[in-house]
T-cell receptor, first 112, second 112 residues
Framework: DTGVSQDPRHKITKRGQNVTFRCDPI?????LYWYRQTLGQGPEFLTY????????KSRLLSDRFSAERPKGSFSTLEIQRTEQGDSAMYLC??????????FGPGTRLTVL | GENVEQHPSTLSVQEGDSAVIKCTYS??????FPWYKQELGKGPQLIID?????GEKKDQRIAVTLNKTAKHFSLHITETQPEDSAVYFC???????????FGTGTRLTIIP
């Protein structure tokens, strides 16, 4: 049973650079979610897809953030012109039902 | 929107004793309540969940109870073991929505 995978696991970048993260969901799951987690806090919802359609975006998702799921399988999350405040763990989850969400290991982003 | 409060923020128990973590939610339309366990450097792992039409659910040493009237739910871990040490998060999902709203987490330490 292959779980949710994320790549890279760690990313260090300089302020102002663009970064892109990838998430591969559990194969039969049509729903995919992105969350952000800062130190000592619970994950916060960013956006989600049902198949290739992006159905909801949080106000946390500024215009520097863009997410895609072009073929309804893997997803990418891009952050343009990174800021130090973007440093966080970016978590991806997938679901078949919309309730039970299974998380990947996350991508830890550090913006210097 | 939904707001979830969780307490305590830290909890230490002797190995073999029970641990209880409590959460309250604000939106009476919430109908799904999962609990996640997060170990250092890993993504959250779904350990148990409960839906609003059920008052209690048990899975081996863990159980969850839900009081819809009071809008609170609790995680109970019995016969605690060292491997139960982790950060635990409660979450809630509002009916018609799919985003998880998380509590702030409880760091559980099992003392051998």
């Amino acid at each position: 049973d292959t779980g949710v995978s994320q790549d890279p696991r760690h990313k260090i970048t300089k302020r102002g650079q663009n970064v892109t993260f990838r998430c591969d969901p559990i194969s039969e799951h049509n729903r995919l979610y992105w969350y952000r987690q800062t130190l000592g806090q619970g994950p916060e919802f960013l956006t989600y897809f049902q198949n290739e359609a992006q159905l909801e975006k949080s106000r946390l998702l500024s215009d520097r953030f863009s997410a895609e799921r072009p073929k309804g399988s893997f997803s990418t999350l891009e952050i343009q012109r990174t800021e130090q405040g973007d440093s966080a763990m970016y978590l991806c989850a997938s679901s078949l039902t919309g309730n039970e969400q299974f998380f990947g290991p996350g991508t830890r982003l550090t913006v210097l | 929107g939904e707001n979830v409060e969780q307490h305590p923020s830290t909890l230490s128990v002797q190995e073999g004793d029970s641990a209880v973590i409590k959460c309250t939610y604000s939106d009476s339309a919430s109908n799904y309540f999962p609990w996640y366990k997060q170990e250092l450097g890993k993504g959250p792992q779904l350990i148990i969940d409960i839906r609003s039409n059920v008052g209690e659910k048990k899975d081996q040493r863990i159980a969850v109870t839900l009081n819809k009237t009071a809008k609170h739910f609790s995680l109970h871990i019995t016969e605690t073991q060292p491997e139960d040490s982790a950060v635990y998060f409660c979450a809630a999902v509002t009916f018609g929505n799919e985003k998880l709203t998380f509590g702030t987490g409880t760091r559980l330490t099992i003392i051998p």
